[in-house]
């Protein structure tokens, strides 16, 4: 089955120490979106690619970075996680176009210690 | 500009009971609407969504929505409980002018046997 699949499921990482979140799709999307969502909250994106094209949301912070290699890969990078980026982290795809839906990982729960 | 207002963050109702969750959107343009549920440490899974044609769209596990241009609304309707459905529910907004999506804040189905 095509698939949004997150890498790990639950993350460890202690206070300052880089992180790296992965996500890969066999769904051949041209856009991929990366969300954060802290507990009972909406999630909340973070930035997203169309093919190549980064867009970043004004309010992400920073210490959030993204690589999207090839089509079927991205990367969410935290450089220096604290207490607050405590989360769990959402990959979602979709074709591109306003009809078509979000497709979503399972998300990778990211605990800062 | 997109948004979404879902009213009430926690909805109890019985099992075999109808199940009602309120969704409101504002677009400027015409909307392209979703109703996502989340289980659980897992990502968002697409119930249902309406594009354009029939205002009455039925999804999976027994759930339909209906569009209402004139109250600006999308709830989501399922006419007898389960236990099973008991989850996160959020409604989401998108429009053909972009990949952007607009989520409410959710609200959270208790299912009381």
């Known amino acids: 089955d095509a698939m949004v699949i997150q890498n790990p499921r639950y993350q460890v990482t202690q206070f300052g120490k880089p992180v790296t979140l992965s996500c890969s799709q066999t769904l051949n999307h041209n856009v991929m979106y990366w969300y954060q969502q802290k507990s009972s909250q909406a999630p909340k994106l973070l930035f997203h690619y169309y093919d190549k094209d980064f867009n970043n949301e004004a309010d992400t912070p920073d210490n959030f970075q993204s690589r999207r290699p090839n089509t079927s890969f991205c990367f969410l990078d935290i450089r220096s996680p604290g207490l607050g980026d405590a989360a769990m982290y959402l990959c979602?795809?979709?074709?591109?176009?306003?009809?078509?839906?979000?497709?979503f990982g399972n998300g990778t729960r990211l605990t800062v210690t | 500009a997109q948004s979404v207002t879902q009213l009430g963050s926690h909805v109890s109702v019985s099992e075999g009971a109808l199940v009602l969750l309120r969704c409101n959107y504002s677009s400027s343009v015409p909307p392209y609407l979703f109703w996502y549920v989340q289980y659980p440490n897992q990502g968002l899974q697409l119930l249902l969504k309406y594009t354009t044609g029939a205002t009455l769209v039925k999804g999976i596990n027994g759930f339909e929505a209906e569009f209402k241009k004139s109250e600006t609304s999308f709830h989501l309707t399922k006419p007898s409980a389960h236990m099973s459905d008991a989850a996160e529910y959020f409604c989401?907004?998108?429009?053909?002018?972009?990949?952007?999506?607009?989520f409410g804040t959710g609200t959270s189905l208790t299912v009381i046997p």
């Open positions: 979602a795809t979709s074709r591109g176009v306003g009809n078509s839906p979000l497709h």
């Open positions: 989401a907004v998108s429009t053909n002018t972009g990949n952007q999506f607009y």
